[in-house]
C-alpha cells in the first residue's frame, strides 16, 4: 500500500470493516488532520469505541499499529512531509533574523502550552508522592529516555534516592521488584510505547507510585498513572525527537526541581556543594 493511497485503501475496503472499525474509519475520513495529533485513547474517545477497535481497524488495514497508522497517514497528506513543508514555508532565501524568530517562537509556544496545561493539584500530589518516595526511578525509550536521564543527573545533585535505567529489558526486571516506597516517573510524548505501558504494568502490579509525563491525558499510560503531567507541544509522526517536545519535558522537570528543592532547602543546598566539590578537580 502506497503511502499516498491511505485514504483511498480505507475506502476500498470499508465493507470489510466491522461496526466499531467503521465507525473509526468514518471519523479518520473526515477528520484527517487532527487525528495526527491525537493519542489512540483520544481517537477511540471521540469515535465512542474501545482502544482495541482502533488497533484492530490498524491491523486490518494491514499496519502493526497506530503509531505506524498515524506515520502512513501524515505522509498521505499534502503537507505530511514535514521536511519538505518546512523548506517551502521556509525558503532557503528568507532572512536568517525571520527564521531565528519562528524558531524561537515554535519553542515558546510550547512552553506557554505546558504552562496552560499544569494542574496545581497534580502537581502538588506528584510532589508529595517525591518527598515520600525511598527510590525514584525515571525511565523513557528512545528519545525520551534522553529526558529520564536528564532528570536523573539533575536531581542527583540534591538527594542520592534517584535512579535512572537505560535498557528496557532490565527496567522491566527492576519494575517487578518495585514495592509501594519506590515512585516511577515515566517519559512518554504518546503515552502508547509498548514498552513503557507494559513497565507502568509491572509496577503498579508491585504497588508503585507512577508519574506519567505526556502529551496526552488519556492514554494507555495515564491509565495506570498516580498522576499525569502534561507537556504542551505537539508532535507530528514525522517530527520524532522534536526540540520543542524536550523543551517542554524540561520544564517540568526544572519546575520539579525548583520547587523540591526549596521544600527540602538545607539538605538541597548541603548536597548540592557536596556533589560540586567532588567535581571541581575535574575542571580545567
Do not use: W
Not at 481517537?43 to 502493526?64: H, K, N, P
Not at 536528564?150 to 536531581?155: I, L, V
Not at 496526552?216 to 498513572?225: E, V
Amino acid at each position: 500500500m502506497g503511502n499516498s493511497d491511505l485514504i483511498l485503501n480505507i475506502q476500498s475496503i470499508y465493507n470489510q470493516f466491522t461496526k466499531a472499525e467503521k465507525k473509526v474509519a468514518d471519523y479518520i475520513i473526515n477528520n484527517q488532520k487532527e487525528v495526527l495529533y491525537m493519542s489512540i485513547t483520544d481517537l477511540a474517545d471521540e469515535c465512542r469505541v474501545g482502544d482495541t477497535s482502533v488497533y484492530r481497524f490498524c491491523r486490518s488495514m494491514g499496519l502493526q499499529g497506530y503509531q505506524e497508522f498515524k506515520m502512513k497517514l501524515s505522509l498521505s497528506l499534502p503537507e505530511g512531509n514535514e521536511e519538505e513543508k518546512m523548506k517551502s514555508n521556509e525558503d532557503l532565501n528568507e532572512d536568517f533574523d525571520m527564521l531565528a524568530q519562528k524558531i524561537l517562537q515554535k519553542h515558546a509556544s510550547a512552553l506557554r502550552a505546558t504552562y496552560r496545561l499544569l494542574n496545581q493539584e497534580e502537581f502538588y500530589r506528584m510532589l508529595s508522592m517525591f518527598d515520600k518516595a525511598k527510590n525514584i526511578f525515571f525511565f523513557g525509550v528512545g528519545d525520551s529516555l534522553q529526558s529520564a536521564l536528564d532528570a536523573r543527573n539533575k536531581f542527583i545533585r540534591i538527594t542520592n534516592k534517584v535512579r535512572c535505567i537505560t535498557d528496557t529489558h532490565i527496567q522491566a526486571m527492576a519494575a517487578s521488584m518495585f514495592s509501594p516506597e519506590d515512585l516511577l516517573f515515566i517519559f512518554s510524548y504518546s503515552g502508547a510505547t509498548k514498552d513503557n505501558v507494559q513497565l507502568a504494568k509491572i509496577a503498579k502490579e508491585n504497588g508503585a507510585k507512577i508519574v506519567g509525563i505526556t502529551r496526552y491525558k488519556k492514554s494507555p499510560l495515564t491509565i495506570y498513572a498516580d498522576a499525569v503531567l502534561l507537556c504542551g507541544a505537539d508532535e507530528s509522526p514525522l517530527e520524532g525527537g522534536s526540540t520543542s517536545v524536550k523543551i517542554s519535558q524540561h520544564y517540568i522537570i526544572d519546575l520539579l526541581y525548583t520547587e523540591y528543592y526549596n521544600r527540602n532547602y538545607n539538605m538541597s543546598k548541603k548536597n548540592r556543594k557536596k556533589t560540586s566539590k567532588s567535581v571541581v578537580e575535574k575542571l580545567l
